[in-house]
């Protein structure tokens, strides 16, 4: 996912698709603003795949910009791949269903304004700054 990201936020059709997510007053100057542009486009244009039975992939960040989605961890890479485009630190949290200690479940976190927020890309619904409910951190991986 590490390497996915990287390689993502360096393809210049995916550093378009970031800049026009984010209001010109914004960039470089107010994270916390491209942040929420950030996950607005990707929830209003994006939408979460379950992959395939058996399977489980992970695929470029550009390609789940034209595939219209992706599951929890292609998500992931493309929002990290956004943040390395936009300049702040991300980390990967996996995590469980409570009482599990495999993880089923990943999401980004952007370290904005000397803090970790979650950002449940995976999900419309829950809150910049929120763990979906029954989401319980195992570990992270900052990138």
């Known amino acids: 996912m590490r390497r996915l990201a ?14 026009e997510a984010v209001p010109v007053a914004c960039v470089g100057r107010a994270p916390r603003c491209e942040l929420e542009g950030v996950v607005s486009r990707m929830r209003r244009d ?13 695929q470029h960040p550009w390609f789940t910009v034209l595939a219209g989605g992706g599951d929890c961890d292609c998500l992931s890479t493309l929002f990290a791949a956004c943040g390395f485009i936009l300049g702040w630190p991300v ?11 495999v993880p089923t479940h990943v999401l980004p976190e952007a370290g904005i304004d000397g803090r970790w927020i979650p950002v449940e890309v995976s999900s419309r619904f829950i809150p910049i700054g929120q763990y979906p409910p029954g989401f319980v951190p195992l570990g992270q991986v900052t990138l």
């Open 6 to 19: 990287r390689e993502g936020a360096g393809t210049p059709e995916l550093r378009l698709w970031v800049l």
């Open 46 to 58: 994006l939408r979460f795949k379950l992959d395939p039975p058996d399977v489980d992939r992970v």
């Open 91 to 101: 980390r990967f949290t996996v995590g469980a269903k409570p009482g599990k200690s």
